[in-house]
């Protein structure tokens, strides 16, 4: 199992255009989870998705920022018009389907994005 | 208010000597509690988690729910123990995970 997989690893993009990034889970995970961190500071929830759907989405900026996790393929966190502030690392992690709340999450590489 | 503060940013300890890296919480209930660590360029990975009770590389942690705490410790620190720490509770609903800010523990020889 080779884990949680992020591409790209680093991201550079100008002010204005568009970042896209992917989030293949482990195998067997319906879960993913992505979160944000800045310069300096721990890692910020960002938003909760299943197959098909968006379970929470309370710590997604209200504005240019999408996500999604379609039944095929990869999850995509979307950033359109990117901004200086944008520039951070962006997690991914994963966790099973079950009836337990407390799932354990494991987590990506990160994708560092740089906002020129 | 939900919150993780971890107040160390750097933790610094010779090595065999004990170490314990703060974690206070703040949720109106009954969360779980993680500690998951990232070694030089590593992905972040849990160390260890409240409801499994486990000791992991010689690392503990007891919930105090009294003083709403979750401290790491570990009796004789090793040099493989530098990384970054971070503290994370989940709610009782699941879901997101709130994190502290992080602790870096450096262990010199």
């Known amino acids: 199992n080779a884990g949680v997989m992020q591409n790209p690893r680093h991201l550079v993009r100008r002010r204005g255009q568009e970042a896209r990034l992917r989030c293949s889970p482990m195998?067997?995970?319906?879960?993913v989870y992505w979160y944000r961190q800045l310069p300096e500071e721990g890692l910020k929830f960002m938003v909760y998705?299943?197959?098909?759907?968006?379970?929470?989405e309370s710590g997604m900026p209200k504005e240019r920022f999408s996500a999604e996790f379609p039944k095929e393929g990869p999850s995509i966190l979307r950033i359109q018009q990117v901004v200086r502030g944008d520039s951070a690392a962006y997690f991914c992690?994963?966790?099973?389907?079950?009836?337990?709340?407390?799932?354990?999450?494991?987590f990506g590489p990160g994708t560092r994005l740089l906002v020129l | 208010a939900q919150r993780v503060t971890q107040p160390e940013k750097l933790l610094s300890v010779f090595k065999g000597a004990p170490v314990e890296l703060k974690c206070n919480y703040s949720?109106?209930?009954?969360?779980?509690l993680f500690w998951y660590v990232q070694y030089s360029r590593q992905r972040l990975q849990l160390l260890l988690r409240?409801?499994s009770r486990e000791s992991i590389k010689g690392f503990t942690a007891d919930l105090n729910k009294g003083e709403t705490s979750f401290h790491l410790k570990k009796p004789f620190a090793q040099e493989e123990d530098s990384a970054m720490y971070y503290c994370?509770?989940?709610?009782?609903?699941?879901?997101?995970?709130?994190f502290g800010q992080g602790t870096e523990l450096s262990v010199k020889p």
């Open positions: 998705l299943q197959k098909e759907n968006i379970i929470d």
């Open positions: 409240h409801i």
């Open positions: 195998k067997g995970h319906s879960h």
């Open positions: 992690a994963s966790s099973l389907f079950s009836t337990s709340a407390w799932e354990t999450q494991y």
């Open positions: 994370a509770l989940m709610g009782n609903q699941g879901g997101k995970l709130i």
């Open positions: 949720y109106s209930g009954s969360p779980e």
